[in-house]
């Protein structure tokens, strides 16, 4: 600070005394007005010097400057250093809290006031067909090409959300995506979507599981009072009254199975997979599930079928017991029940690349390829009729399936119209050994030599 007035005053000394050395008052009042001139045109070339590094605000680089002009390049550098400490710390926060949204299952998008997309995460690029990058600044309305939504932004209330068509939805992928809005600001707004496609297909199959399982109780339970009401209020005769009980047992017999099938079905669904469980002798389930099916076609084909247990390799199986008898079983109770009387059917285990197979084929009269894919859903049934018929509950399948996925294997349906079906369950190696062998070898076993 001091320097100034002495380099001012220097100055003008300097050329008041070349005045007076010329011997001029005049001169000598000139000279001091020079050298006041000179000052403060240097003293503009250094404001000059600091004026041309704001402009530029390059840190990196500093003007040659000294005196007062210095203290302020300092100063202004130290603050400089400290706003851009500030900003590069902001911007870092920035671009996590940026990465975290990144990060969200959920949709995020961000409109400004006219809503124009300012940004947008991936997740909501991917469900609403829309460019991170090239569509920023573009009008939302204009990507999203939904009436639903249209309606939503021209009504402007966001008290709920909507639902719209994901952009690569089709007959045989649905896909249904929430959006909500939250305006914030002054009038920016929040757009958070969500893909609830898998809670509205949950929502809709338990809807129709409900409607399906009333159905089925509805309809014997209807004839059941019917025929209660009927003993109570018309005067029977004996014989009648024994034909009404046997339908009336009938039907109640009917509810039970679909009891007893719809807690197995919650039962497998509830509970943790078997793990090892026991081995199992396959040869011996496959003999109890042949008694029963035997049992069940002397009861409702006559004549009989003719019912095959093909030879295989005996060998151990690890599993629930009760679970996979009843999934033998009621592929067995399947070929008994829609095979024509005196139909053959046979069964048996066999191995394939390590793993177990057991498989039923029966001389029915098959399946159409279009109802393959289905057949595992709860309450399908191709033929309708002959399943009540037979006291079928429409979720043997499903049961099978479950038991199969549980075990770590797969359920394989291979069938011809007019020609029959093969229905096979595929145990994985892991769960196949052979008799001699104990449990702590088994990962060693040459199931080719079983
Ligand atoms: P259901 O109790 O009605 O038999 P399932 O789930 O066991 O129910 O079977 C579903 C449907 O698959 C049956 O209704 C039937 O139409 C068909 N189905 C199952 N097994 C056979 C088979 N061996 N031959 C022909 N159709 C079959």
């Known amino acids: 600070m001091t320097r100034r007035p002495i380099e001012l005053l220097g100055l003008v000394t300097l050329g008041a005394a070349w005045g007076l050395f010329e011997g001029s008052p005049g001169l000598t009042f000139a000279g001091a007005a020079c050298g006041a001139v000179v000052w403060s045109a240097w003293d503009a070339v250094r404001a000059a010097r600091l004026l041309t590094w704001l402009n530029n605000f390059d840190l990196s680089s500093s003007p040659r400057l000294n005196g007062l002009w210095l203290e302020m390049y300092d100063r202004s550098r130290k603050v400089f250093k400290k706003l851009e400490k500030q900003r590069l710390s902001s911007d870092i926060r920035l671009s996590n809290f940026l990465a975290a949204i990144q990060a969200s299952p959920n949709g995020v998008v961000l409109l400004d006031d006219s809503g124009r997309i300012e940004w947008v995460n991936l997740t909501a690029a991917n469900q609403l067909g829309v460019d991170p990058q090239r569509d920023i600044g573009q ?7 939904s009436p639903v939504f249209s309606a939503y ?9 909507i639902q719209i068509n994901g952009v690569r939805a089709s007959a045989t992928h649905p896909s249904r995506i929430s959006i909500q809005i939250h305006p914030y600001g002054s009038s920016r707004k929040l757009m958070l979507t969500r893909d609830v496609t898998a809670v509205e297909l949950a929502e809709a199959m338990r809807k129709d599981f409900v409607a399906n399982v009333s ?3 509805r309809t014997p339970l209807t004839v059941l009072s019917g025929f209660v009401e009927t003993l109570q209020t018309l005067p029977i005769q004996e014989p009648e009254r024994n034909v009404y009980l046997g339908l009336m047992s009938q039907q109640a017999l009917r509810m039970q199975s679909l009891v007893s099938d719809l807690l197995t079905l919650s039962r497998l669904e509830g509970s943790p997979a078997p793990g090892q469980g026991e081995w199992l002798d396959c040869q011996d389930l496959l003999a109890q599930a042949l008694q029963e099916a035997k049992g069940l076609s002397q009861a409702i084909s006559h004549p009989p079928h003719d019912i095959r ?21 009621n592929l067995l109770s399947n070929a008994v ?3 024509p009387d005196g139909g053959v059917i046979c069964a048996g285990w066999r191995l394939k690349d390590g793993s177990a197979e057991f498989f039923v084929e029966d001389s029915g009269p098959g ?9 595992t859903e709860r309450f399908y049934r191709v033929d309708r009729s002959r399943s009540r018929e037979t006291g079928g509950t429409g979720l043997g399948l499903a049961i099978v399936k479950h038991v199969v996925q549980r075990h770590g294997g797969q359920l394989e349906i291979q069938s011809t119209l007019g020609k029959g079906s093969c229905f096979s369950i595929l145990l994985p190696s892991s769960r ?14 040459d199931l080719s030599a079983v």
Do not use: K
Not at 367 to 375: D, N, T, Y
């Open 153 to 161: 932004l021209a009504n402007a209330d966001f008290s709920a959300e």
């Open 432 to 445: 196949v050994r052979s008799e001699n062998t104990d449990v702590a070898t088994v990962a060693a076993t």
């Open 139 to 145: 009008y939302v309305q204009n990507l999203v090409r």
């Open 309 to 329: 247990s093909i030879e295989g390799p005996s060998f151990l199986v690890a599993g629930a017991r009760s679970e996979l008898l009843s999934a033998l079983s």
């Open 215 to 217: 159905h089925e109780i």
């Open 337 to 339: 029940r829609y095979t």
């Open 367 to 375: 399946i159409a390829a279009e109802h393959l894919p289905r057949l």
